[in-house]
């Protein structure tokens, strides 16, 4: 017989004083950490519980509880009318300042940088432009999509 790698050709049994040992060691645990029983006749799953979770409501309902004096992280959401209008008061900004800037006597950096505020501004306002139009037309599409199927369900034959 060939020998493994650990040097043993086969495996001998526990005897009953090691097994009992073992069980008790376990059992000190808890229910979801315990090792399945090995039987030699055949080889079964076990089904442990683990403790119960709580649901999602019970957790969004904590977490209001416990974070009422706690800031939301990140940019507060505003809305989008006004989110341009202060877009476009602070280039409008930035470019009364940059008009006279070489005359107040200004540093080529300072006025590079900005010039590179509008246009990081103007860019900005770009893609917020691109990505409230593609919301749009995906909303109009899952309308249409939304009516199509409704309309073949109405005139297919229920039988």
Not at 7 to 26: E, F, H, M, W
Not at 61 to 81: C, F, H, N, S
Not at 90 to 119: C, F, H, P, W, Y
Request: zero cysteines; a positive charge; hydrophobic letters at 30%.
């Amino acid at each position: 017989m060939p020998e493994f790698a650990g040097g043993i050709s086969s495996v001998t049994p526990l005897n009953k004083r090691d097994q009992k040992a073992i069980q008790k060691q376990y059992q000190k645990q808890p229910e979801y950490l315990k090792v399945p029983e090995v039987s030699t006749a055949r080889i079964q799953p076990s089904v442990t519980k683990m403790p119960p979770q709580p649901s999602k409501k019970q957790n969004q309902q904590q977490k209001k509880e416990g974070a009422k004096d706690l800031k939301r992280r990140g940019r507060k959401r505003e809305r989008d009318d006004v989110y341009f209008e202060q877009g476009y008061a602070k280039i409008a900004g930035i470019q009364a300042k940059l008009k006279t800037a070489k005359a107040d006597g200004m540093k080529v950096e300072d006025r590079q940088r900005l010039r590179n505020q509008i246009s990081a501004q103007k860019s900005r306002l770009k893609k917020k432009e691109e990505n409230m139009f593609l919301n749009k037309k995906v909303r109009e599409k899952d309308q249409l999509f939304t009516d199509l199927v409704a309309s073949t369900l109405k005139h297919i034959d229920p039988s």
